[in-house]
């Protein structure tokens, strides 16, 4: 099976912030990959897929980048709506998904 | 507009069976894969099972495989996991997605909660 590790576990930053939060595939997934972005209490709700496609309605703030091992979502301003726990999924052998990251504003 | 909408969630006990069901709308159900996907309380994302457009191929997540059955029926636009000999990690929300492209999920339903406890 391939393990997801997502880095930092959590991340607090200023409203503004450029933030970056990275997946780490334990065996290459070419581009097989997705961020998620999860606010308490609801579903899941796609941002990136493809490593680097925008999901149509996302805000252009966020953008993916990476393929092989490594992997980032970068949000380039970040807003208060952006508060939330963001995963990383795999979907080259299966479906894994990194443990989350934790966003939160200072 | 996509709906999915989970139902059959409950309290069962340890070793109990249940079954999940999700109705779909919004789009032609029978030109999708889908999945089920769960979040135990706190904790992360965990795929379960896998199911083509056409009921065909199926697959499990290993901590599930031999105790969870999932189908679907395409005239319905209808989505099921039947859940058997079930243990207390089985405690989640249970998310019926669907599956775009090559693997994403862009449409997730709302969840349905699952406690298995005595």
């Known amino acids: 099976d391939i393990q997801m590790t997502q880095s930092p576990s959590t991340l607090s930053a200023s409203v503004g912030d450029r933030v970056t939060i990275t997946c780490r595939a334990s065996q290459t997934i070419s581009s097989w990959l997705a961020w998620y972005q999860q606010k308490p209490g609801k579903a899941p709700k796609l941002l990136i897929y493809d490593a680097s496609s925008l999901e149509s309605g996302v805000p252009s703030r966020f953008s993916g980048s990476g393929s092989g091992t490594e992997f980032t979502l970068t949000i380039s301003s970040l807003q208060p709506d952006d508060v939330a726990t963001y995963y990383c999924?795999?979907?080259?052998?299966?479906?894994?998904f990194g443990q989350g990251t934790k966003l939160e504003i200072k | 507009e996509v709906l999915l909408v989970e139902s059959g969630g409950d309290l069962v006990q340890p070793g109990g069976s249940l079954r999940l069901s999700c109705a779909a709308s919004g789009f032609t159900f029978n030109s999708y894969k889908m999945n089920w996907v769960r979040q135990a309380p706190g904790k992360g994302l965990e795929w379960v099972s896998f199911?083509?457009?056409?009921?065909?191929?199926?697959y499990y997540a290993d901590s599930v495989r031999g105790r969870f059955i999932i189908s679907r029926d395409n005239a319905k636009n209808s989505l099921f996991l039947q859940r058997n000999s079930l243990r207390g990690e089985d405690t989640a929300v249970y998310y019926c997605v669907t599956e775009g492209g090559s693997g994403y999920y862009p449409d997730w339903g709302q969840g349905t909660l699952v406690t298995v406890s005595s």
């Open positions: 999924q795999e979907y080259n052998n299966y479906y894994s």
């Open positions: 199911i083509s457009s056409s009921g065909n191929s199926k």
